[in-house]
């Protein structure tokens, strides 16, 4: 059984930082693209960055360099380091894992329950 499991929200001041960790098990984790996805109350979810099991990386615009992706393969684990962080970064944040690759947000078949972050300005 998979199970995807995020850690590390919270509260944050504007300009502050924090870390997500994700640990996933019952899978082969260096196999699986991994990805952090967030969904602002009321919104859309959107795509923040994903991680390729190559180590390939990408982000959205709205991150504009202030987020790193990174994985320990060892430890099954995915991370988000978030800095300069902005009230409109407050949202649930979602990591998901994809064996098809970043490209496709339908190819994430496993999912986390989520970690809120918020953002007080």
């Known amino acids: 059984q998979v199970q995807v499991v995020e850690s590390g929200g919270g509260l944050a001041q504007a300009g502050g930082s924090l870390r997500l960790s994700c640990t996933a098990s019952?899978?082969?984790?260096?196999?699986?693209?991994m990805a952090w996805f967030r969904q602002p109350l009321g919104k859309e979810r959107e795509r923040v960055s994903c991680i390729e099991r190559s180590g390939g990386t990408n982000y959205s615009g709205f991150v504009k360099g202030r987020f790193t992706i990174s994985r320990d393969n060892a430890k099954n684990t995915v991370y988000l380091q978030m800095d300069t962080l902005e009230p409109e970064d407050t949202a649930m944040y979602y990591c998901?894992?994809?064996?098809?690759?970043?490209?496709?947000?339908?190819?994430?078949?496993?999912w986390g329950q989520g970690t809120q972050v918020t953002v007080s300005s």
């Open positions: 019952g899978l082969t984790f260096a196999d699986y693209h």
């Open positions: 998901a894992a994809s064996g098809n690759g970043c490209g496709r947000t339908a190819d994430f078949e496993y």
